[in-house]
């Protein structure tokens, strides 16, 4: 069966530092992956999708970045946080965009 | 901006009783899909509905689609407390690369 793999759950970062938070999935070939942000009490940000290796599509211009290092392995990451970055980040997959979204736990980043 | 708005924002009804929230949109979609979210974990999927479909069940759920009025409803009969939980809409678009996009959300509270 296919799982989906995030941490960590809670993360407290200072104004500034850097961000990696990684996202894996196991049971499935070639997923279709995203990141999303969720404001609280909101509905979710598309922030990246990529559908291959190498390949990322940003929805909205950020302080935030993502890579696919490999096929099953999504990373976000910023080089600098902003208080403004705080929030309920998501990652999910799917095998096609008919298909359901499967999602994480997802982590709670909280910037001071 | 969200494509999915989701309607009312908030819901609060008898262990019982049957909740009722609609969800509007206003572009072509390929499909919409309903989820769940208990509060601080990921997204659940519930029900997927093709645009060429106009009613879809399973178990105590029942969606129905009218495209003519970009707008879609989820009907959860005899509600439980452990239904409590926001409920978010999201549409996948038509044509190209196939966006989706999450509305709002409802929150909905069943009291026991």
């Known amino acids: 069966s296919q799982t989906i793999h995030q941490w960590p759950a809670t993360l407290v970062q200072p104004v500034g530092s850097p961000l990696s938070l990684e996202c894996t999935v196991e049971g499935t070939s070639n997923p279709n992956l995203y990141w999303y942000r969720q404001a609280a009490g909101r509905g979710l940000q598309l922030l990246f999708y990529?559908?291959?290796?190498?390949?990322i599509s940003s929805e909205v211009p950020q302080n935030l970045s993502a890579s696919r290092p490999q096929d099953r392995q999504f990373i976000l990451s910023s080089k600098k946080l902003l208080l403004s970055d705080s929030g309920f980040y998501l990652c999910?997959?799917?095998?096609?965009?008919?298909?359901?979204?499967?999602f994480g736990d997802g982590t709670r980043l909280s910037i001071l | 901006s969200q494509q999915g708005e989701e309607d009312p924002q908030a819901l609060s009804i008898q262990e019982g009783e049957n909740a009722t929230m609609n969800c509007s949109y206003k572009t072509s979609i390929n499909n919409l899909q309903w989820y769940r979210q208990n509060s601080g974990r990921g997204l659940v999927h519930l029900i997927l509905i093709r645009s060429n479909e106009r009613e879809k069940h399973s178990g105590r759920l029942r969606v129905t689609l009218d495209t003519s009025k970009k707008s879609s409803s989820l009907l959860i009969t005899a509600s439980r407390a452990a239904d409590t939980a926001s409920y978010f809409c999201?549409?996948?678009?038509?044509?190209?690369?196939?966006?989706?996009?999450f509305g709002t959300g409802t929150k909905l509270q069943v009291i026991p």
């Open positions: 999201a549409t996948v678009s038509s044509g190209g690369y196939q966006k989706v996009t």
């Open positions: 990529s559908v291959g290796i190498g390949q």
């Open positions: 999910a997959w799917t095998q096609g965009e008919d298909r359901p979204q499967h």
